[in-house]
């Protein structure tokens, strides 16, 4: 990754966007959007983030430092060079939150992903997410070791589950789940053999097994963009410590 994604509160919080335009509209449009209080850089020692959308470049680079010495995180609009941050393109059914980015490498080419995400995901994925938000206390009565509930999850939101997430739900499939939830999620001990060292070349099997992993064991003969397709909180352990664990789903990868 060139980046590391974050999703950064700034509800209530000063933000400070410098410029006259639509650009800078656009920013002070979006700062509003996610609670924030756009402000100008007079006010910048009460902020942590800073846009420039200043079309002289000498300008831009002359702001950028002084915001960048004051502590602020800044993004200056079409100069990659000078930001600390850059955003992504967003696609929203809140509280759910879809950032595409390119590392700066091009925004049009994260706006034309998320336009074909867009036809992809219901719009009633956010009140889904809602519901699960205010059944964290149920599931964590009706599965109380993590392990268990995360299985049962995977299993319920896992492609054609109960709340598969691509497909419509009413408002109390989350509560129908809950009260008659699906079998054991899955769980045991899976060999997968990893032909190659590009990702692209896992099957459809193996990528989901890598995403749903508790445990990964492998030796050096995997490659780090292999790895990379796993949970980023698996526990990843030497091959030879290979075992099976209760309510648990552990991966051994081996070179084909």
């Known amino acids: 990754m060139r980046s590391l994604p974050l999703f950064h509160r700034i509800t209530g919080q000063r933000v400070v966007v410098l410029g006259d335009g639509d650009t800078a509209t656009a920013k002070r449009r979006l700062v509003e959007r996610a609670g924030g209080i756009p402000v100008g850089e007079p006010e910048a020692h009460h902020a942590r983030l800073a846009f420039i959308a200043l079309e002289d470049e000498r300008e831009?680079?002359?702001?950028?430092?002084?915001?960048?010495?004051?502590?602020?995180?800044?993004?200056?609009?079409?100069?990659?060079?000078?930001?600390?941050?850059?955003?992504?393109?967003?696609?929203?059914?809140?509280?759910?939150?879809?950032?595409?980015?390119?590392?700066?490498?091009?925004?049009?080419?994260?706006?034309?992903?998320r336009l074909r995400l867009e036809a992809l995901l219901p719009q009633g994925l956010g009140r889904l997410a809602a519901a699960l938000e205010g059944a964290r206390d149920a599931?964590?009565?009706?599965?109380?070791?993590?392990?268990?509930?995360?299985?049962?999850?995977?299993?319920?939101?896992?492609?054609?589950?109960?709340?598969?997430?691509?497909?419509?739900?009413?408002?109390?499939?989350?509560?129908?789940?809950?009260?008659?939830?699906?079998?054991?999620?899955?769980?045991?001990?899976?060999?997968l053999a990893i032909a190659s060292a590009d990702p692209d070349d896992l099957t459809l099997r193996q990528a989901r097994l890598l995403g749903m992993?508790?445990?990964?064991?492998?030796?050096?003969?995997?490659?780090?963009?292999?790895?990379?397709?796993?949970?980023?909180?698996?526990?990843?352990?030497?091959?030879?410590?290979?075992?099976?664990?209760?309510?648990?789903?552990?991966?051994?990868?081996?070179?084909?």
């Open 213 to 256: 992993a508790d445990v990964i064991y492998h030796d050096d003969s995997i490659a780090p963009a292999i790895l990379d397709r796993a949970r980023a909180d698996a526990a990843r352990r030497p091959l030879a410590q290979a075992t099976a664990a209760q309510d648990m789903l552990s991966i051994v990868l081996k070179s084909a």
């Open 60 to 113: 831009a680079r002359a702001a950028a430092m002084r915001l960048r010495g004051l502590g602020l995180l800044v993004n200056a609009v079409d100069r990659p060079e000078l930001c600390d941050f850059t955003v992504p393109s967003l696609l929203e059914r809140d509280p759910v939150l879809l950032a595409i980015g390119t590392s700066g490498a091009s925004a049009g080419l994260a706006k034309h992903l």
């Open 139 to 191: 599931m964590r009565a009706r599965w109380p070791d993590a392990g268990a509930r995360r299985n049962a999850l995977d299993r319920a939101l896992g492609e054609g589950g109960r709340l598969d997430p691509l497909r419509g739900h009413g408002d109390d499939a989350v509560t129908q789940w809950l009260d008659q939830p699906d079998g054991q999620g899955a769980s045991g001990l899976f060999e």
